[in-house]
């Protein structure tokens, strides 16, 4: 491990190095700290939530491998497991719920009869570390979602139950919102879809956009809630229709002013989701983003510093406005420790948006004087920029671990905490 003074020489000659191209790293730094990171809490308990529904019948194309030891079994051991993980992760962030965790007092409450009250404690738990909280409705992994349908399907009672329950997280993602005086971005994702060709694809198309408008019928204040959808390409079960497309969402999004959802993950593996950002957000003035990396399509690995991720982190930047993007994690991996699986994929989210925080100017410049031969060659030598040890002064000033220094810290909590579960 670097010593203190290393870390702080090596950032004063990259911070010359930057200061010769154009670039206040100081600056940078400073705005890497207002970009919150929406952290995901099914990837500490494999997306079992608290409703004890037996989690290998998720359902809904998802599918969670792997049986490391430690699995977060209670709201508790999950709150604790997410401070383990935020101790080590520079900057201050939020944690997006799906409304299978809330805290039921082991009563059997329903999708449709869920309330703010269920998640009282997940306030309280935010309200004391000054983060923000997101919300989705859970539209899988139950009984009237067994056929893959559930906005969409062609019986109304179904249909019934799946908007109300959507509704209730609404309402509860504006209550989560007013409590912690940050607004609550309600993510709404339906599974629904057809495993072989669909005769009437229009009529399930339908009833979706009523069933959406009929969950968006009441208006809740933008300073509590922010609605989003979220479109797929594909979901096992779903192979040969999504009825929630991209095209599908976009046209939604639009028409009736919600955020469209960008995840990493759904779309063809040949598809760049950063080209998208710029596209959407010429006609919507914020958009959320569901970050994963796809091995293999929709596969949910832990989020590496890969060339997409470098990306799309370059164009949240480059729009103008990260405060028009909300970020989040969505994956799940039960092969590692799951705490260092929410570490491993925040802080490479966090060092991709600092790479692109700290692009030198003369790559726009050259691009904007039409000298794409000088573009190419400043963004080829921007790779080699030291960006590194801006990263490890970043993680010092915030009083976190530098470089894999974390590592001993969550294996620490492995053994003390983890090892106990059993």
Same mark, same amino acid.
């Given at each position: ?26 600056? *940078?730094?400073?705005? =890497?700290?207002?970009i ?5 809490c ?5 997306? /079992? ?53 809330g805290?039921?007092?082991?009563r ?22 000054? &983060? ?21 399907? /062609? ?18 993602? !504006?209550?989560?919102?007013?409590? =912690?005086?940050?607004?609550c ?47 797929k ?32 993950g759904?779309?063809?593996?040949t ?12 006609? =919507? ?32 930047v ?15 991996? /039960? ?5 260092? *699986? ?19 100017? !003369? ?12 573009? &190419? *060659? ?45």
């Amino acid at each position: 491990m670097p010593s203190a003074a290393q870390v702080e020489t090596a950032f004063e000659f990259a911070r010359d190095r930057y200061a010769g191209l154009g670039v206040d790293v100081v600056a *940078a730094c400073a705005a =890497l700290g207002r970009i919150p990171i929406s952290l995901h809490c099914w990837q500490g308990d494999d997306v /079992a939530g608290f409703e004890h529904r037996d989690a290998a019948g998720l359902g809904g194309g998802l599918a969670v491998t792997g049986n490391y030891p430690g699995r977060a079994r209670t709201p508790d051991e999950l709150r604790s497991d997410l401070d383990m993980a935020l101790a080590v992760i520079p900057g201050r962030h939020r944690l997006n719920l799906h409304a299978s965790y809330g805290e039921f007092g082991g009563r059997p409450v329903d999708r449709d009869q869920v309330e703010a009250a269920h998640f009282s404690g997940w306030i309280d738990w935010a309200k004391g570390r000054g &983060l923000g909280l997101d919300f989705n409705p859970t539209c899988f992994a139950h009984p009237r979602a067994a056929d893959g349908l559930t906005l969409s399907h /062609a019986d109304r009672g179904i249909r019934r139950f799946w908007i109300e329950h959507c509704r209730r997280a609404r309402e509860i993602g !504006a209550a989560l919102g007013r409590a =912690l005086a940050t607004p609550c971005v309600t993510n709404l994702w339906v599974p629904d879809g057809f495993k072989d060709t669909p005769a009437d694809r229009l009529a399930a198309r339908e009833r979706l956009a009523a069933s959406l408008d009929e969950v968006f019928d009441r208006p809740l204040p933008a300073a509590h809630n922010l609605d989003a959808v979220e479109p797929k390409l594909f979901g096992i079960g779903s192979e040969a229709c999504t009825v929630g497309s991209t095209e599908f969402y976009l046209g939604y999004c639009i028409t009736r002013r919600k955020l469209l959802c960008l995840d990493a993950g759904h779309f063809h593996p040949t598809e760049s989701l950063a080209d998208k950002i710029s596209s959407v957000l010429l006609y =919507l003035p914020e958009i959320l983003l569901h970050v994963s990396r796809g091995v293999r399509w929709d596969s949910d690995h832990v989020v590496t510093l890969t060339d997409e991720l470098l990306a799309i982190a370059r164009e949240v930047v480059a729009c103008g406005d990260p405060a028009r993007v909300h970020v989040g994690l969505d994956y799940f991996d /039960a092969s590692i420790n799951r705490v260092a *699986a929410w570490v491993i994929g925040t802080r490479n989210m966090l060092r991709a948006l600092l790479v692109a925080l700290l692009e030198p100017p !003369a790559i726009r410049a050259a691009e904007q004087a039409g000298d794409l031969t000088a573009r &190419l *060659a400043l963004q080829e030598e921007a790779k080699g920029l030291p960006s590194a040890a801006v990263w490890d002064h970043y993680c010092q000033s915030a009083d976190v671990p530098v470089g894999e220094a974390w590592l001993d810290d969550v294996r620490r909590y492995e053994r003390t905490v983890l090892a106990g579960r059993g």
